[in-house]
């Protein structure tokens, strides 16, 4: 017996996505939704992801949201693991799926079931280390020796995916870039993808709309509140919004690149 086809809902940030699928499970009865957010996994932190309300949740099935708490690390492969585990726990059930969220690399890592690699914490502390005393653009530099096309698709400060790819080169012995057809490959899939598309001056608006409404529904305080608790994992802290509003909260203005406090 073949599974339930899939469907996938795409789209850039605010352009209705969540709605969509929401419409759409509410008039087909059989249909639950997957979180395909990077964010959403994390415990606490609903304001700023636009995370499903409770009573949403209550009318329409969802999974993969509220998976670990804030001051846990949360990988796409663990995504990717756990996602699976969904899919065999929805189709079990004879249910349909659809697929909402806004991280591309998590959608390309189920839609392409992308070939991800493992993980290796120790190599990741103490690159986390060297990145602290001698600068993350030290670290790019060994990357481009030992994988110049990874370098190459890599910002020199982005220090999270600088770290990423040496922790895999020296973990596992091959080059980050070996792993998988890349992003720049899209292979056939089995998944139904449906894209949202507005007028960019339409869409800017959107946006600014959502992110005020977020401010007047207490984002400031749900990260303030998140900070002076569990705190933000190196992942969670990179959630756009977060981090911005952390680096606020730090006593930092727009354009600064002093380091945000270790809130966790």
């Known amino acids: 017996m073949n599974p339930p086809p899939r469907v996938a809902i795409v789209g850039p940030t605010a352009s209705g996505k969540s709605a969509v699928a929401m419409s759409a499970a509410e008039q087909h009865g059989d249909v639950e939704l997957v979180s395909v ?20 949740r209550q009318r329409v099935r969802h999974h993969l949201i509220d998976l670990v708490d804030t001051d846990q690390d949360f990988t796409v ?11 065999d726990d929805i189709a079990g059930r004879g249910k349909r799926t659809i697929l ?20 290796w914490p120790e190599v990741r502390a103490r690159l986390r280390r060297e990145a602290s005393e001698h600068g993350v653009r030290t670290l790019h530099a060994r990357l481009a020796t030992v994988d110049p096309d990874a370098a190459a698709r890599i910002e020199p ?27 720049d490959t899209y292979p056939p899939t089995a998944v139904h993808q449906i894209g949202l598309r507005w007028d960019r001056a339409v869409l800017a608006e959107r946006i600014e709309r959502r992110v005020r409404r977020m401010i007047a529904d207490g984002l400031v305080d749900e990260v303030a509140t998140i900070a002076a608790g569990a705190g933000f994992s190196t992942t969670a802290a990179q959630a756009l919004g977060y981090k911005e509003i952390l680096a606020h909260l730090g006593g930092l203005t727009p354009g600064e690149t002093k380091p945000v406090p270790p809130w966790s």
């Open 37 to 56: 957010d990077s964010m959403q996994v994390y415990r606490g932190m609903d304001i700023g992801t636009a995370k499903p309300t409770p009573a949403e």
């Open 77 to 87: 492969a663990e995504f990717q693991r756990t996602y699976r585990g969904a899919l």
């Open 100 to 119: 909402v969220g806004g991280t591309g690399l998590y959608h390309r890592a189920v839609i392409d079931d992308l070939d991800l690699p493992g993980e």
């Open 157 to 183: 400060d982005n220090e999270r995916r600088v770290i990423r790819a040496l922790e895999v080169c020296e973990g596992s012995g091959r080059r980050f870039s070996s792993f998988g057809p890349g992003l």
